[in-house]
């Protein structure tokens, strides 16, 4: 049995993962996590695959729900080890069409300069773009890791992040924001590295993914900017995104990839 834990998956890139899994993967579990718990989306596909997810509550922002979370799965799976763990969930925007963004002002969007800047949205944006992947990673310490398939690497932590979390890649714009966006994904990229380096001797590999601009309620308000064959459907970047994951040697770990598999520079 293929184990797929996925954060974040009650809507958006998060519920298209859990889809794109049911489908590539017919021997898998997938293990929905999300702070609602569930939604529409993941009833239906609960109706379409039923037995092979379980969709669980959990805020990734609080280490009691992530270890509640993991004993949770010890109770239902037997302690079963995980193959794969999507770090999906995030915040953008108060407006966004996700329980993540529950405890920010609907008015509140990324600071695009210095004076527009607050402090209480970009620590709760922050929570859970940057410390959540390492919360849920570290809950489950005991229960992924020495697990090997077809593919060539073990065990993998794939974190969602963003191309603009590139240091390297903002040195030639001309724009400074959105400050909150940015300095999360290169947060949250340099606890890839952090992972990759410590669990290597567990045979557990990580990397970090941008997506591109997928159409959900998270990039709506930026969608304008965005030219037409570069918005993509959540069907298109979550299955280039596991083509990327399918595709890893255990040389990639620590490496930041976009959607078709180009290395991305921190």
Do not use: W
Request: with cysteine.
């Amino acid at each position: 049995m293929k184990l797929v834990v996925v954060s974040g998956a009650s809507r958006g890139l998060g519920l298209g993962f859990a889809s794109q899994l049911l489908r590539r993967a017919p021997q898998s579990t997938i293990v929905a996590a999300s702070r609602s718990g569930t939604s529409d989306g993941l009833e239906r596909l609960m109706s379409e695959y039923p037995g092979r997810i379980l969709p669980v509550a959990c805020d990734v922002t609080e280490q009691a729900s992530t270890r509640a979370l993991t004993e949770q799965l010890k109770a239902d799976l037997g302690g079963a080890k995980v193959d794969l763990l999507l770090n999906v969930a995030g915040k953008l925007h108060g407006g966004q069409s996700s329980a993540a963004a529950e405890t920010l002002p609907s008015e509140y969007m990324p600071e695009r300069s210095l004076g527009s800047i607050d402090a209480t949205a970009m620590q709760s944006v922050f929570a859970t773009n940057a410390l959540g992947p390492p919360v849920l990673r570290a809950a489950f310490r005991t229960l992924s890791g020495a697990v090997r398939h077809a593919r060539r690497v073990g065990a993998i932590v794939a974190n969602l992040s963003a191309r603009v979390g590139s240091i390297g890649d903002n040195r030639h714009l001309n724009s400074a924001g959105p400050y909150q966006e940015k300095r999360d994904q290169a947060a949250l990229n340099m606890a890839t590295v952090n992972m990759a380096i410590e669990l290597r001797r567990r045979d557990v590999y990580a990397v970090s993914l941008h997506p591109g601009t997928a159409d959900t309620g998270l990039s709506v308000p930026f969608q304008k900017n965005v030219r037409p064959e570069k918005l993509f459907t959540v069907e298109y970047s979550t299955a280039s995104m596991l083509d990327v994951l399918d595709g890893l040697s255990p040389s990639d770990s620590g490496a930041f990839f976009d959607y078709a598999g180009a290395r991305v520079e921190y």
